[in-house]
């Protein structure tokens, strides 16, 4: 199940603020790269985890958009509405935090995209030996397993486990994290043994996850707050193709990231303005880079294998 997505105007904005005023137990400004996003909620657990995610922002600044994370039997499960002028977000009945923390995103990276080039991926980014990686993929195909498989190495360094921000600098991409911490499964540990010890100091939700810091196993040191995307990773799972590795060109690769929407469910608009924005973004992107698309449909560690040698850092 996924969450559904209803854009409403500015007056059905006020509407939904005034009615639900009194249910605020809770207001957090944090920042998300540069905006300041304002968590509004009656549930502690949503503000726990909120505020262990992302870095605080000076209660005087003027937030340049909003959450509004709300239990409403009225409303129908897992229901969002989103004003694309007011950049304010409801999110109704939302039990699994991931969501609650990619929209926050998501609504960052709307500004971001209409006002100041500064574009959203929805992936990982890693820096292997001061050459930034994306690793992009649908759900299940291991994006996660193989950031974290990388991690081990200690020439890889994080940027972003899921998501990160762009921009076009010149002939480079530059790309940026937000966020403090890190969303983590409970499985992890079961993958890496590496990582156990993060997974048994966490405090899991009732979905086997939780926000933690990364730095308690990998050293403060390996979280880089930027890097040059030199090389993109599309990781798929196809048991019925026997190819592991292909190299793709950039007409290849756009074709195979619009066709799924960029591995991004959390775009909060989508139009032809958006479609030019993007479009332009990921080109920029993929001509710049070196790309691969890799089938993970093998063990882990033998995908692990092949990521290592295409990167050099066997």
Same mark, same amino acid.
């Given at each position: 199940m996924t969450y559904t997505?209803?854009? /409403?105007?500015?007056?059905?904005k006020e509407d939904l603020a005034e009615r639900y005023s009194g249910r605020i137990l809770y207001e957090v400004k944090s920042e998300i790269y540069g905006c300041c996003i304002k968590l509004l909620t009656g549930i502690a657990s949503v503000k726990a985890a909120w505020e262990e995610s992302f870095y605080f922002a000076? !209660?005087? /600044?003027?937030?340049? #958009?909003?959450? *509004?994370?709300?239990?409403? $039997?009225?409303?129908?499960?897992?229901?969002?509405y989103?004003?694309? !002028?007011?950049?304010?977000?409801? %999110?109704? @009945? +939302?039990? *699994?935090?991931g969501w609650i923390k990619s929209l926050a995103l998501s609504v960052a990276g709307d500004i971001l995209e209409d006002d100041h080039g500064i574009y959203s991926v929805h992936g990982a980014c890693l820096d292997a030996r001061g050459q930034g990686l994306?690793?992009?993929?649908?759900? #299940?195909?291991?994006?996660?397993?193989?950031?974290?498989?990388? %991690?081990?190495? $200690?020439? +890889?360094?994080? &940027?972003?486990?899921?998501?990160? *921000?762009?921009?076009?600098?010149?002939?480079? /991409?530059?790309?940026?994290?937000?966020e403090k911490n890190f969303y983590i499964r409970a499985d992890l540990a079961d993958i890496w043994p590496d990582f156990s010890g993060l997974v048994q100091k966490a405090v899991l939700d009732e979905r086997g996850r939780a926000v933690v810091d990364l730095r308690w196993v990998i050293g403060k040191g390996r979280i880089l707050p930027l890097t040059t995307?030199?090389?993109v990773i599309i990781l798929k799972r196809e048991s019925s193709q026997k190819e592991i590795v292909r190299e793709l060109d950039g007409r290849e690769a756009l074709a195979i990231?619009? !066709?799924?929407?960029?591995? @991004? $469910?959390?775009?909060? &608009?989508? @139009?032809d303005l958006k479609h030019r924005i993007r479009r332009r973004f990921f080109q920029s992107l993929l001509a710049r880079a070196k &790309?691969?698309?890799?089938?993970?449909?093998g063990t882990p560690e033998e995908s692990q294998r092949e990521i290592r040698k295409f990167l050099n850092i066997e």
């Open positions: 997505v209803e854009l /409403i105007s500015m007056e059905e000076s !209660q005087s /600044i003027r937030s340049h #958009g909003r959450l *509004y994370v709300l239990n409403e $039997p009225t409303e129908r499960e897992n229901k969002v989103y004003d694309p !002028q007011s950049k304010t977000c409801f %999110l109704f @009945n +939302v039990d *699994y935090y994306c690793i992009l993929g649908g759900s #299940g195909a291991g994006k996660t397993t193989h950031t974290y498989g990388l %991690l081990r190495n $200690p020439r +890889v360094r994080v &940027v972003s486990d899921d998501w990160f *921000y762009a921009r076009i600098f010149g002939d480079d /991409i530059l790309s940026f994290g937000s995307l030199e090389n990231l619009e !066709q799924n929407g960029y591995y @991004n $469910p959390h775009l909060l &608009v989508h @139009n &790309v691969r698309e890799l089938n993970t449909f």
